[in-house]
């Protein structure tokens, strides 16, 4: 059956910024240049060398873009930076070698091949990788606000939303001031308000799976399993943190495990149940 393609992935969102200008703006590009592929025509033999054509300057410009933004993580010193170049050579890679193959495959080939790339890259890298550089190049002050809960991270699903919202709540209580000598307290308490929070939302939303029989069930729960085990983690070191530092790695969980897991997976079972009922 020919993959449904989600043009909502292929629009541009504030939360996919890094905070730097030139490299979102490069995003943005690679964005509409990926957009235009994906919707150009493919009649007939015309139809099919043009999409060729943008095909290799979406190749083009990803090299190029990937120089840039190597040497912007150079700049700020980036310590992932050896493991984010090799990605972006196995990215690179895999389009060239699917550039090689265009003339051996039909043309539903040429757009599933392309699509599953468009995923794996405009979405997860920028939204999972991308997303790692900003964090580690803001400030205290900055991470605090991504606690803060935004429409685009409607699912459409309103059960989902809603406990999302509640959800939103308990982190911003995580940073609310108080006096030094309750800090501690607070800090403990709000983990295992989240802890406990999070094991219930994804038992209801993994029963929400079942019921419409998703299909990327078991890759979901691993997901899941992760960010249980993140937070697990953080409770058991707490005693040992500073409460800046503490901060810091919770506000790493909620934009590079929550809001990333929100945005990626959790809107996918929305457009699967969606185009599948």
Known sequence: MKKKIDQNKLIWKSEFSIGNYRIDNEHIKLFEIA??????KKNNTE?????????????????????NEEKFMSEIEYPDLPRHKT??????????????TLNDLTIDEIEKQL??????YFIRHIVKEDKRIEIWNLSLKRLRKSTYWIKSYETGNEQIDT????????????????EEDQKEAKIKKVLKRLYDFLKIHFKEEEAYMRDIDYPQYEEHLDLHNEIINECNTLLERINDMEDALFERELAKIIDRDIIE??????KKIVFWENQNR
């Not at 699509?115 to 794996?120: G, K």
Request: charge should be negative; charged fraction near 30%.
């Open 163 to 178: 406990e999302h919202k509640e959800m939103f709540e308990i982190l911003n209580d995580a940073f609310e001031e108080v």
């Open 261 to 266: 897991h929100i945005l990626l997976e959790d």
């Open 35 to 40: 957009k235009k592929a994906l919707n150009a």
């Open 87 to 100: 990605i972006h050579k196995t990215l690179l890679d895999n389009l060239h070698q699917f550039i090689q």
């Open 115 to 120: 699509y599953d790339f468009i995923e794996d």
């Open 47 to 67: 139809d099919v060398e043009k999409l060729k054509s943008i095909i290799w300057s979406l190749y083009e410009y990803i090299g190029t873009h990937f120089k």
